[in-house]
């Protein structure tokens, strides 16, 4: 699911694209351009992007139209998709994701929000005081939200959720019977911009979050929306105080996270995973099935299914006991 | 001290506990029980639990007259304690929980709180802009709440307490003299329940949180209250910012910890001990009077007085520096 | 730049001083000592302290008249500056900064703040519900200011300012085009004080918190005030969420800091430094430029120019690498 939310500009001509890019070439002329979308999502209506080789088999399958890449890279593309060389992938797809997207770099404060006692869901919510409620918001039956909670626009709240006081959420969309408890902030844009001496240009974050059926998120936990992609948290997962998941996380189904733990940008956790506080993930991992990482370890490498570690770096929990008596 | 602000409504038969559990049995018939404790607290008119072996010595001694445990467990418990065979003791001790004090799973946001200025505070509390305050909160002289915090149901706050801005108490005793500062949660339901594919039980937390005299809760912080017993803050002990606190942890008199530590459910900390930043505590463990913890130290095992330890996992000093020359 | 804001109730005799800090002596006499000042930034009508050997080569050139120290280490003073013997060279600090700063010790909330909408700045900023703003503040152009936040006394803010909602700011100036996302709080006093047994003494923190231009601060950070000097954020220095900032800390310009990093109380971090997530850097170490430290590292010592370290005690990346293969 892509980011419901946003309104894509587009399309536009390819020499459009090229244009904002500074590049002279006569390749694609005229044909129209939907979208961006990451190699995976696209399809031939859109542009995507490769920049590093960990992605060549993907990139390979790819079924975009044009693709922003290095002259490097470019012969892992398929016949239909036409490279576009560029010196920086990342940052040319910054730009061209603000041209479809022009809204989507900034997170200022929704100047929206009105009182939810004034509001379309006055009747029908049970909301605390001073709440907030934006426009292009779904609330479904039965829920809660408590004090100084502010739902900012762009976001959908299922039937049966739970959402705490002094509490933001914006551009997310939270399914049936999810709690979610004081102080988090929920959906923000993700740390990511590019390096740049005087004034770093931060990245676009078209992704939103989605948090599926019968989890619960603790307090004080940030949760960053998806740059390219989105950041989705499981069915009956659990998460407890002070997380910090990142944007582009995926976490899945029945997997149980304490306190203080940190997921950086793009990994992936699988089902069943049991994650111990304080424990930290490095960004673009894949970690399993099953996993069990001790609380306190720092990950940085994929973990296979069914597999217990611990340490820093961390690794196979009998090792590591047997390296630290 | 016990949680003095839920209400109990028990008594129940012991026929009536077993039928809840789905038992056949004919133990006990119509003796009433009056409360569900911990080993340790129970009296003869409680049912208590005994769920690991590590609680052995303690359970040969409890006082309670029926006790929730396992056929290999049941021995050790004195005479006057008649087993009560089950599955999964946390499970039914859930269960049995639940019966006595109905309230104790969710934590829903308080809706019975009404601004502070309109209550029987408003001429002698100084509080800032859209402070909301429940029912049975009890507040001394000379207290100061800052903007927008909200003091929940069930909660005591005694002299010369000072409650920062953004800050959410609720099912606590805030004792005199004490500060805790900006955007804290205090006295929350823990992180506990008992994970189900599909849908996780959530487990009843009928303790409270007590902070003693003099002591210090830096910004952010998360105390959360106790399931069977309390989480407890001894006197002039300092917390500093984003500190979390776990469900029955009990931390000493003169203790300082500092800024992002964790310390993980049911951990006994003792007096006079200090804790580097962003160390973190594994559950259940016991640390001794006069430790100290090096920052980042992930401690795994009980610490005895008067040790210095750092590392992960956490050792002696002066082993570890030599070690990691 | 000292603290331009708070009111200092000096000058007094050095006699006073010494009768607050009972001593009994005749030297400087009638003297008027005009502030207390750390020992590089002390001027002849300053008063100053030095009480570790670490820094006798700054002692060695202080322009200060006064200095509170020890026996051990009043030879290391220049002749224009003479020493006062103390037992604690901290707490007497403590005491004498007091003096010439009553209001330095506590942190009460500003019960000065009025709604915004009500204020000065009432037409010309862009502030979301219910924000308030203290005694002392201005703010440029084109700024936002988010639901919920209290911008308190003694403020300044730049021009094309970002604000979060839910975000506290006190005793802090915040330069031009700075971002500071939602549920910080900037500027509380730090975690200082002398350990006493039954009541901890507070140190007063008598300096503020500097942010300069183009920077940003992520979600639930906590950047505290500096006790003898400032706390100061570089130029185009990005902060992810959760990040913990101690007193008198000093970050360079261009650095990228991840998630949940905590700095400790002085340390100086250089510029175009990158800190991987999770990091902790130990209290006053000095940490050069272009240095980079992997997620998860904890350094407990200086780290010279260009050095990309890991691990805890954090060492040369390669080095780390190899030792954990």
Same mark, same amino acid.
Request: glycine share 10%; aromatic share 6%; charged share 20%.
């Given at each position: %699911? ?15 694209? @090229?244009?904002? /890019?500074?590049?002279? #070439? ?10 961006? $979308? ?13 920049? #590093?080789?960990?992605?060549q088999e993907i990139a390979n399958k790819t079924k975009a139209s044009y693709c922003l890449t290095t002259e490097n890279l470019k012969d892992y593309l398929p016949k239909n998709c036409k490279p576009i060389i560029v010196k920086n992938v990342l940052v040319s797809t ?27 869901? !006055?009747?029908?919510?049970? !909301?605390? $005081? ?17 004090? =100084?909670?502010?739902?900012?626009? =762009? ?10 006081? =002094?509490? *933001?959420?914006?551009?997310? *969309? ?46 004080? !936990? ?5 740059? %390219? ?34 997921? !950086? +940008? ?7 995973? $049991? ?9 673009? @991992?894949?970690? +399993? ?5 001790? +609380? ?13 570690? %611990? ?9 590591? /006991?047997?390296?630290?008596k």
């Amino acid at each position: %699911m892509s980011n419901p939310f946003l309104i894509n500009s587009g399309p536009y001509n390819v020499n459009e694209i @090229l244009q904002i /890019l500074n590049i002279n #070439s006569n390749i694609g002329e005229n044909d129209k351009i939907e979208n961006i $979308k990451d190699l995976f999502s696209a399809d031939k209506k859109s542009i995507t992007f490769f920049h #590093s080789k960990k992605y060549q088999e993907i990139a390979n399958k790819t079924k975009a139209s044009y693709c922003l890449t290095t002259e490097n890279l470019k012969d892992y593309l398929p016949k239909n998709c036409k490279p576009i060389i560029v010196k920086n992938v990342l940052v040319s797809t910054s730009i061209v994701t603000q041209k479809f997207y022009p809204n989507s770099i900034e997170d200022e404060y929704d100047n929206t929000v009105i009182e939810i006692n004034k509001s379309e869901f !006055a009747k029908r919510i049970n !909301a605390g $005081k001073n709440v907030l409620v934006g426009q292009n918001v779904k609330i479904g039956s039965n829920c809660l939200i408590g004090h =100084n909670s502010i739902i900012e626009k =762009n976001v959908q709240i299922g039937n049966n959720c739970k959402i705490g006081s =002094n509490t *933001i959420i914006r551009n997310s *969309i939270i399914k049936d019977n999810v709690s979610i408890l004081d102080n988090c902030v929920i959906g923000k844009k993700g740390f990511g911009f590019f390096p740049i001496s005087e004034k770093n240009i931060r990245y676009p974050h078209i992704g939103i979050v989605i948090i599926n059926e019968n989890s619960e998120i603790g307090c004080g !936990a940030t949760i960053d929306r998806g740059s %390219m992609s989105n950041t989705e948290i499981g069915k009956n997962t659990f998460l407890d105080n002070q997380i910090h998941i990142a944007h582009n996380v995926k976490i899945g189904d029945n997997t149980i996270i304490a306190g203080q733990v940190g997921i !950086a +940008g793009s990994s992936t956790i699988g089902n069943n995973v $049991k994650i111990g506080g304080q424990a930290g993930i490095s960004g673009h @991992l894949k970690i +399993g099935n099953n996993v069990e990482i001790a +609380g306190g370890s720092g990950v940085i490498k994929n973990i296979p299914d069914n597999v217990k570690v %611990m340490g820093y770096p961390a690794k196979n929990i009998r090792e590591f /006991l047997r390296d630290n008596k």
